[in-house]
C-alpha cells in the first residue's frame, strides 16, 4: 500500500528532472562554449615552462559569473588549483576534474596558427589544450552556465577541480588536493577527451632505468675491452620479453618503450657505460614493482650465461598506479544516459591509454569515477592540436544532464 502512495510522486518527480536535463541541455550555448574555450587556450599554461596562475584567472572569472564559491589551493611550489563548488553544500556530491596544464607548443614553426590564438577552421578549435584540455573545461563550465541560465539550482552539490600539473604527474595538482582532504565526493568524472565513450580503466607506468657497465679500452684495441654500447644492444634487441603475457579487457596488454639511450664518452674509446631509461606501461592488476621487474632482471641472468661480461642494472625510477572503476556505479550510468540522450545511442565502456588524475579519485579517495570528455587523445600533445566546436557543445549538454540527473535539482 505504501508503495503505490509514493508510486505517483516518484514517477512525478522524475518527469520533472527529466523536464529539467532537457531544459538546461537546450540552454547550452555554443558561441558560450567556444567564447569560454579561447579564453582559457589564450593564456598559456605550458608544463614544464610555466605557471597556472594566468589560466587560473580566466577560470576563476567565469566561475565568479556563474555564482560559484571559489578558492585557489597552491601547492608548496606555488602552483594554483581551482575549487569551485557550485550547488546547495549538501550531499550527493559531485567532482568534475580538468587539469588547466598543457603540454609544451613544441616548434612554432610546425603550427598553421599561433596555438594561443584560438582559430577557429573548418568548425574545429585550434590551439595549445584544444582538446587536452580546455575545451573540454569550457563544456563543463558552459553546462553550469546552461543550468543556471535554465533557471534551476542542484540539489546536491558540484565540486569542479580545474587542477595544475596534470601533464608531469599530478603532484602539484590533484594530488594537493587529495592532501586537503578536498577528494570527498560521492562520484567523479574526469573530462580527459575520449570522444565522449566512458572510459573505466587506465594503464599506469614504470620508469626503469638499466645501466649496462663494460671496460674501456682503446678504440684500436676493442677486444681488450667490454663494450657497454654492445652490451646494451643484446638487452634492447630482447626487451619485449620482459612483457607478460596478460590483456587487460579494457586497456589491453602492458608495453614497454626504449625511450632515451645514453652511451660513449669519445670516438676511439671502447664505451664503459650505457644508460637507458623505458617506460614499461602497466595495466590495472599490475600492483607489484619487483613482479614487474622480475622478467628485466631474468633476461639479464640470461645474458649473463650467454656472455659471462655481461653487466646491467635495473632499477625502478617511477612508479605510477594503474586504476579501474566498475561499469556498474551509478554516475557510469547517469553519464551513460546523459550522452546517449545527446547522440542517440549509449556510448561504449573502454579503456583509456594514458595516465590520467582518475587515480587519485579511483585509488587514494576510492571514489567512483569515469574518464569522458569531447575531444580525441590522439590529437593531444600534437602540433595544430584541436577539437570540433560540435563536440565541446555535445558535451556541455551531456554534462549539464549528468550533473542535473545525479545531483537533482532543488
Ligand atoms: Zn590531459
New binding site residues.
Partial sequence: MVGEDVAEPASERRGAAEAAAEGAAAAADPDEVLRYARALIAAPSENPGGTEDEVAEVAEGILADLGAEIRIVRSDEGRPSVVARIGSGERPRLAWNG?LDTVPTGDLSTWSSDPFEGAVVDGRLVGRGAC??KGPIASALAAVAAIRRAGLSLAGTLDLHLVAD??LAGIHGTLVLHDHDLLDQDAAIVG?PTEMEIALAERGGAWVTAVAHGKAAHGSQPERGVNAILTMSRFLLRLEEVLPERVHPLVGSPTVNVAIVAGGSAPNVVPDRCEVEIDRRIVPGEEDPEEVLAPFRSLVDDLVAERPDTRIEITLREWTEAAETTGDSAIAATVRDAIAAETGSPPPFVGFTGI?DARYYINDAKISTVIAGPGSLSL?HTANESIGVDEMVTAARAYARTFIGFLGVG
Avoid: G, I, L
Fill in positions: 587539469h587536452d584540455m596534470e601533464e580527459e590520467t593531444a
